[in-house]
C-alpha cells in the first residue's frame, strides 16, 4: 500500500526495514530456536550497528545522539521495529525509555537534559515512568490519584505507591507524577518529578507478574510496584512547570498511543505474513490451505482492516502536528488496538499447532497484544471520549485533561 509518506520516512523505514531483515529477526530466530535469553551486550552491539546505519533512537534530536526525526516521519519505522520481539530495543525505542526522552527533551531543564537526557539515550541510564496506582489511586479515572509530593524549603517530600512502573527494576531515575497542590483540582495541581533510584526511601517492592512476561532478553525490567516513603528531592527536579504534570503527560501520551499502534501493526502485518506463508505450504483435506475459501477471505478482513488502521494513525498524526488531535488519537488507538488482537489472533489460527507453539514469535505476540486494549487507555476510556464528543455534550475542559493512567504499562517493552 502506499500510504504517502514522505521521501525521509520512506528512507529511513526502508533503512529499519533492511536491519529487521538481515539481522534483528534471525538473532530473534536464533533466540526463540534455542530458549536462550539474547544478553544485554548483544543489545548493546545492535545499537551499534544501529548507529552505523543512521537508525538509532530516530525520535530523538541529533544533538544527543539521534536521528532527528520528525513525529510522522519516524512512524514508519516503529512500525518496522514492531515486527521483532527485540527490535524496538535494537534501535533504541523502547518504551518508556522512547517516552521519557520525548519528555525530557520537550520539557525539561539544560541541565536536566545534560544529566539525564544524553546518558538515556545512549543507553548509559535506563528510566521509568511512575504514574498509575494500586486502587483506589489514579488509574483509568486521573482525578483519583493519591501520591503527594509537599515542599520542605527547597526539597520536594513525596509519599506515592504505584505499579506497572515499566523498566521499574532495573531504572536509574523515575518520572513520578504526584500532586504538589491539595488545594487545587488534580489536574491543575499535579506535577512530573525527576526521583533517582538511589534517593532514601525508594523501595522496588515486587515485579507484578502479569500475561506476556516471559522476555527473550535479559534484561526485561519489569513492571514494578514501588513505594516512595518520605522520599526528598530538589524542587529543581520538578520537570517542566509545577503542576503541569497533566499536560505534559497529555502531550507525551498522545504521540505515544499512535507509535505504539504502529509497533503492533509491524507486529499483525509480520503475524499474517507467518500465517500466508503456513497456509501456502500446509495441505489438507485435498488441497493447501492457501485455496480454503473460508480462510481467504478472513485473510482479505484481516489485511483490509489493518490498512484502515495504518490509514487512521497516519491520519491522527498529521492532526496532531495542527492540533491536540484528542478524538483522532482516541479513535486510531481503540481501533488498532482491537484490529492487532483480532489479526494476531487469526494468523494464530491459521497455523495452528504451530501458532501456539513458540518456535514461531506469534504465540508471544499474541500474549503482548491482548494487554494492547488495556494500556494506553482502555478501551472503554477511549470510547467514553469519543461518545462524548459525538453527542456533543463535551466538556473541553474534561476531555482536554483526561489521561488513561494505565499508560505506562508499555507492552512492547516486556521483552515478549
Not at 114 to 135: C, D, I, W
Not at 353 to 365: E, M, Q, R, S, T
Request: some cysteine; aromatic content about 6%; hydrophobic content about 40%.
Amino acid at each position: 500500500m502506499e500510504y504517502h509518506d514522505s521521501e525521509t520516512a520512506k528512507a529511513v523505514a526502508g533503512r529499519v526495514e533492511s536491519f529487521m531483515d538481515e539481522v534483528v529477526i534471525p538473532r530473534e530466530r536464533e533466540a526463540l530456536a534455542t530458549g536462550e535469553q539474547i544478553p544485554m551486550h548483544e543489545i548493546e552491539d545492535l545499537w551499534e550497528e544501529a548507529k552505523e546505519r543512521d537508525l538509532f533512537a530516530p525520535q530523538v534530536p541529533e544533538e544527543y545522539g539521534g536521528q532527528g526525526l520528525d513525529f510522522s516521519d519516524m512512524l514508519p519505522s516503529f512500525e518496522q521495529v514492531g515486527r521483532s520481539l527485540i527490535g524496538a530495543h535494537a534501535i533504541r525505542a523502547n518504551a518508556p525509555q522512547e517516552g521519557n526522552m520525548h519528555t525530557l527533551e520537550m520539557v525539561g531543564t539544560e541541565e536536566q537534559k545534560e544529566e539525564y537526557l544524553r546518558p538515556l539515550v545512549q543507553g548509559e541510564m535506563t528510566s521509568a515512568f511512575a504514574m498509575t496506582e494500586p486502587k483506589q489511586g489514579g488509574g483509568s479515572d486521573p482525578k483519583m490519584l493519591q501520591s503527594t509530593a509537599v515542599k520542605d524549603g527547597d526539597e520536594w517530600v513525596i509519599n506515592a505507591h504505584k505499579w506497572w512502573t515499566s523498566d521499574g527494576l532495573d531504572a536509574d531515575f523515575y518520572l513520578l507524577m504526584a500532586r504538589t497542590d491539595l488545594d487545587a483540582h488534580p489536574y491543575e495541581g499535579t506535577s512530573i518529578i525527576l526521583v533517582p533510584r538511589d534517593a532514601d526511601g525508594v523501595e522496588v517492592v515486587r515485579n507484578v507478574p502479569h500475561l506476556g512476561g516471559h522476555g527473550i532478553t535479559e534484561r526485561t525490567g519489569g513492571h514494578a510496584e514501588m513505594k516512595f516513603d518520605n522520599v526528598r528531592v530538589p524542587v529543581e527536579n520538578t520537570i517542566g512547570e509545577e503542576n503541569a504534570g497533566f499536560r505534559i503527560a497529555q502531550m507525551r501520551l498522545g504521540g505515544g498511543r499512535l507509535t505504539h499502534c504502529m509497533r503492533y501493526s509491524g507486529m499483525a502485518e509480520r503475524s499474517l505474513d507467518i500465517a500466508k506463508a503456513y497456509l501456502a505450504e500446509r495441505e489438507a483435506f485435498g488441497s493447501t490451505l492457501e485455496e480454503k475459501q473460508a480462510l481467504r477471505h478472513r485473510i482479505a478482513d484481516a489485511e483490509t482492516r489493518l490498512h484502515a488502521a495504518r490509514t487512521m494513525v497516519r491520519h491522527a498524526a498529521r492532526e496532531l502536528d495542527r492540533s491536540d488531535a484528542r478524538i483522532e488519537v482516541a479513535m486510531a488507538k481503540m481501533f488498532t488496538a482491537n484490529v492487532t488482537q483480532d489479526t494476531i489472533d487469526l494468523a494464530l489460527q491459521c497455523c495452528g499447532g504451530n501458532g501456539i507453539g513458540k518456535d514461531l514469535p506469534i504465540a508471544h505476540f499474541y500474549e503482548a497484544v491482548r494487554a494492547f486494549r488495556i494500556v494506553d487507555g482502555a478501551d472503554e476510556v477511549h470510547r467514553r471520549s469519543i461518545a462524548r464528543w459525538a453527542f456533543e455534550d463535551v466538556d473541553e475542559t474534561e476531555i482536554e485533561n483526561t489521561l488513561q493512567f494505565d499508560e505506562d504499562l508499555r507492552i512492547d517493552d516486556l521483552d515478549d
